[in-house]
């Protein structure tokens, strides 16, 4: 059974880092790509990061959130780094269990499997 569940979220000052772990069971999650998205109340679910053999970010997180995969953990590290009040969401790691990221891998219809989703708060 696929199964993906995310940790590490948290309150977090302005201007501060957190990490988030999706952490894959069932399946190895080597040779898969592997999105993050997030979800602010009243607001769709957002794409922010699909990792395979290329990466994408979203414009409103490039150049302060970074993904990895630490294969040995069967694990998805997601870096957020620069932390602003309006990153608040409650964040979801995702796969179709695709070798490839898809060029529109933002669309959430895209991915099968889910992550219960992790809260992060970025308050003062």
């Known amino acids: 059974q696929v199964q993906l569940v995310e940790s590490g979220g948290g309150l977090v000052q302005p201007g501060g880092s957190l990490r988030l772990s999706c952490v894959a069971s069932?399946?190895?999650?080597?040779?898969?790509?592997i999105a993050w998205f997030r979800q602010a109340p009243g607001k769709e679910r957002e794409g922010i990061s699909c990792v395979s053999n290329i990466e994408y970010y979203a414009d409103s997180v490039k150049d302060r959130f970074v993904s990895s995969r630490y294969i040995l953990e069967n694990t998805v590290y997601l870096q957020m780094n620069m932390l602003r009040p309006d990153d608040s969401a409650v964040y979801y790691c995702?796969?179709?269990?695709?070798?490839?990221?898809?060029?529109?891998?933002?669309?959430?219809?895209?991915?099968?499997?889910w992550g219960q989703g992790t809260q992060v708060t970025v308050s003062s």
């Open positions: 069932g399946f190895n999650l080597d040779g898969y790509a």
């Open positions: 995702a796969t179709d269990r695709r070798a490839s990221c898809r060029l529109n891998w933002a669309n959430k219809i895209n991915y099968a499997y």
